[in-house]
């Protein structure tokens, strides 16, 4: 009796998880994610903007950003690292734009492709920064929250 109670328990929790995981609306998910990531890049950037793009992540986010953050590992506080590290560079750009090029979905995994276009002011005394590069963001998605993100360019 208990083999086949568990049995039952394992079917159903499995079908529930995947229900779950039908009623995430990836798309949805990604082009919301991608507006508000561009929102904190723009000029005129807020920590409104800031905290709805932190509403993505899941608090023990991990991030990796080659070659300048190489550790995607998740700590407790990933998401108040990077509220800590963004908040130093909102508004540094003069000008920022990005284009959607591709989506793309996994089970748990969202790929990003965009084009950046920005220019940048990083120290007074240095001239302006001008640079255009083709971005692929991967997201790794936990209950609905961003648990890992992964930057190529």
């Given at each position: 009796?208990?083999?086949?109670?568990?049995?039952?328990?394992?079917?159903?929790?499995?079908?529930?998880?995947?229900?779950?995981?039908?009623?995430?609306?990836q798309?949805?998910?990604?082009?919301?994610?991608?507006?508000?990531w561009?929102?904190?890049?723009?000029?005129h950037?807020t920590?409104?903007?800031?905290?709805?793009?932190?509403?993505?992540?899941?608090?023990?986010v991990?991030?990796?950003?080659i070659?300048?953050?190489?550790?995607?590992?998740r700590?407790?506080?990933?998401?108040?690292?990077?509220?800590?590290?963004?908040?130093?560079?909102l508004?540094?750009?003069?000008?920022?734009?990005?284009?959607?090029?591709a989506?793309?979905?996994?089970?748990?995994?969202?790929?990003?492709?965009?084009?950046?276009?920005?220019?940048?002011?990083?120290?007074?005394?240095?001239?302006?920064?001008?640079?255009?590069?083709?971005?692929?963001?991967?997201?790794e998605?936990?209950?609905?929250k961003?648990?890992?993100?992964?930057?190529?360019?």
């Amino acid at each position: 009796m208990k083999e086949l109670l568990s049995i039952t328990a394992g079917i159903f929790l499995g079908y529930t998880l995947q229900a779950g995981a039908e009623d995430f609306d990836q798309e949805n998910f990604a082009l919301n994610y991608f507006e508000a990531w561009t929102a904190t890049q723009s000029p005129h950037a807020t920590k409104e903007d800031l905290e709805h793009y932190l509403s993505f992540l899941a608090e023990d986010v991990g991030h990796e950003h080659i070659p300048y953050d190489t550790d995607d590992t998740r700590y407790p506080d990933g998401k108040e690292s990077m509220r800590e590290g963004m908040t130093r560079y909102l508004g540094v750009h003069i000008e920022y734009h990005a284009k959607l090029i591709a989506l793309t979905y996994g089970l748990n995994a969202v790929a990003i492709q965009f084009e950046v276009s920005k220019k940048a002011i990083r120290d007074p005394d240095q001239p302006i920064v001008s640079i255009t590069y083709n971005s692929l963001e991967l997201l790794e998605i936990e209950n609905g929250k961003v648990s890992v993100i992964r930057k190529y360019h």
